[in-house]
């Protein structure tokens, strides 16, 4: 009877195993116990996630809100190969934006730490006028884990 219960499913995917049980029971007169729900259940699922008709696939996208979310990062700038007066000038970039506007702001600095990045999202605010209510960075584990202070600290232990 499957072939019969695939054909149903395939011409109608929204139908559940109870309705095509029901149908068979009237079917087929005491051929099928209401304990073979089970059986028909793992049947369907197995058959909707190998055989069954594809599924429209679907990513939700994040709505962006005026005025909630700024997003901060740096930017090596050294394989860029500027050069002042001929000579290298090795540097980063701290970049800031609004996700809603993709307003931008860019400030140079030396490293990558808490001092640049409070310099470069102050310039950034004091340009912008105004402060988002959220402000994410991307792993800048630089700006708050100090690592001269730590080798410092691993020095005076070590003596």
Request: hydrophobic letters at 35%; a neutral charge; proline letters at 3%.
């Amino acid at each position: 009877m499957w072939e019969e219960v695939r054909e149903q499913v395939a011409t109608n995917g929204g139908l559940e195993a109870k309705t095509l049980l029901e149908a068979l029971q009237r079917k087929y007169p005491g051929e099928f116990a209401d304990g073979r729900i089970r059986t028909l259940q793992r049947r369907l699922k197995q058959w909707r996630t190998t055989d069954g008709p594809e599924r429209e696939v679907f990513f939700a996208q994040q709505e962006h809100v005026a005025g909630r979310l700024g997003q901060s990062d740096f930017t090596r700038m050294n394989e860029r190969s500027i050069t002042i007066g001929a000579q290298s000038f090795p540097h980063l970039l701290y970049h800031f934006v609004l996700r809603y506007s993709n307003w931008e702001a860019v400030s140079l600095c030396y490293s990558e730490s808490f001092e640049s990045l409070s310099d470069g999202l102050q310039n950034a605010l004091w340009e912008l006028g105004a402060a988002p209510q959220e402000h994410r960075t991307d792993r800048m584990s630089l700006a708050v884990n100090n690592s001269s202070e730590e080798r410092t600290s691993r020095r005076a232990t070590k003596r």
